[in-house]
């Protein structure tokens, strides 16, 4: 019983993480395009910056 509640847990994170990830990535595909569309603005290269760390952590 112990081990099916930790498998249950296991999968839950691991779908969370792979949701995240995806998330981050479609933004980072997003701010990408805004860049080569429109050109380097702080707010945007800011936002990346971070969306790049965050993927890095949950990776």
């Known amino acids: 019983m112990q081990l099916s509640a930790i498998s249950f847990v296991a999968q839950r994170r691991s ?6 990830t995806a998330i981050v990535s479609y933004q980072l595909s ?3 395009y805004q860049l080569s ?10 936002c990346a910056t ?5 993927l890095n952590k949950i990776s």
């Open 15 to 20: 779908l969370y993480q792979a949701t995240v």
């Open 50 to 54: 971070l969306l790049e760390v965050f």
């Open 30 to 32: 997003a701010i990408s």
């Open 37 to 46: 569309a429109y050109g380097l603005d702080h707010s945007v290269e800011a």
